[in-house]
Every structure is written in C-alpha cells, then in structure tokens.
Nanobody, 122 residues
Framework: QVQLVESGGGLVQAGGSLRLSCAASGRTFSNYAMGWFRQAPGKEREFVAAISWSGSFTYYVDSVKGRFTISRDNAKNTVYLQMNSLKPEDTAVYYC???????????????WGRGTQVTVSS
C-alpha cells in the first residue's frame, strides 16, 4: 500500500502561482512513477503531469506546458507540482497518483490521494 496526501492548494488570482506537494508513505517511493491529475466540476478527471520513478522523464498535457513543472525528491518521498501563470480554467481538484515503475499519462495508476482544491479567480 502507498498512502498519498496532497497539500498546497488554495485560492489565487489569475497570473499567480501555487506549489502542490504530495507526500507518500508505505512502499518504497522511488519504485513508483508519479502523476498529477485534476477534475473540474462536471468534467472528467484529466491528466496534468507525470514523472518517471527516477525523475529523468516528465510529461505534461499541452495546456500546462511552459507553466507547470513536476518534480520529485525521493529522499523526502514527495512529488511537487509548481504551477505558474495560473488561469481560471486551471480551477479543479488536483490529485496525485502513484504507479509501479511505468509512467503513463492515462488514469491507470495504482494509488490515489484525496485531492486538494485549486481555485483561480479572474
């Protein structure tokens, strides 16, 4: 089992920044690829970013490229999502997820956190 707890969400004005954190516990964190997803009201859960278990490879949905950065610190069992130049359309609940070894951009992850709300006002 891997337990994931997100933090860092909140209310921010358009153009502002937030950094989300996801703390993992349980199994060996460095064995897992990590992903961030988001879900806005009335919409399906959407892939945002992912990072390989080593941190060598990262992936982003087109709408956040150049604005969001995913990173991980395996010594701290934590993955981060730095979000800059936020837009109202980024408003959603953000979830982190863990998947054994292989990184994917679909929701086929093994473990999920409960999410953290991000609200961007115009």
């Amino acid at each position: 089992q891997v337990q994931l707890v997100e933090s860092g969400g909140g209310l921010v004005q358009a153009g502002g920044s937030l950094r989300l954190s996801c703390a993992a516990s349980g199994r060996t964190f460095s064995n897992y690829a990590m992903g961030w997803f988001r879900q806005a009201p009335g919409k399906e859960r959407e892939f945002v970013a992912a990072i390989s278990w080593s941190g060598s490879f990262t992936y982003y949905v087109d709408s956040v490229k150049g604005r969001f950065t995913i990173s991980r610190d395996n010594a701290k069992n934590t993955v981060y999502l730095q979000m800059n130049s936020l837009k109202p359309e980024d408003t959603a609940v953000y979830y982190c997820a863990a998947r054994w070894r292989m990184v994917v951009t679909t929701p086929q992850y093994d473990y999920w956190g409960r999410g953290t709300q991000v609200t961007v006002s115009s």
